[in-house]
Nanobody, 115 residues
Framework: VQLVESGGGLVQAGGSLRLSCAAS????????MGWYRQAPGKQRELVAH????????HYADSVKGRFTISRDNAKNTMYLQMNSLKPEDTAVYYC?????????WGQGTQVTVSS
């Protein structure tokens, strides 16, 4: 499975961005996809994940009500709509895919929120 993120950039506080993660390869084997982020000097943390079957979702408390994760199975693409962005959302955002036997990561996309 290969993952490619896009959509990062620089935005002012209160603004919005939409991240995309395009999956290729053995996409039929993916059970869960998620977004993680890593800020400088901090550990990588889960932002949100979505079950590719039933579509159930989970969000970190810090982004609930502001971020929305979704997926388009026909396009093998996952999205993260980020609204009401805060400076503390600044990080490199990574796409992750879980199969029954492995975990895959994208290269990451930088999101910078200015105050």
């Amino acid at each position: 499975v290969q993952l490619v993120e896009s959509g990062g950039g620089l935005v002012q506080a209160g603004g919005s961005l939409r991240l995309s993660c395009a999956a290729s390869g053995s996409t039929f084997s993916i059970n869960v996809m998620g977004w993680y982020r890593q800020a400088p000097g901090k550990q990588r943390e889960l932002v949100a994940h979505i079950n590719t079957g039933g579509g159930s979702t989970h969000y970190a408390d810090s982004v609930k009500g502001r971020f929305t994760i979704s997926r388009d199975n026909a396009k093998n693409t996952m999205y993260l709509q980020m609204n009401s962005l805060k400076p503390e959302d600044t990080a490199v955002y990574y796409c992750n895919a879980l199969t029954g036997w492995d975990s895959y990561w994208g290269q990451g996309t930088q999101v910078t929120v200015s105050s």
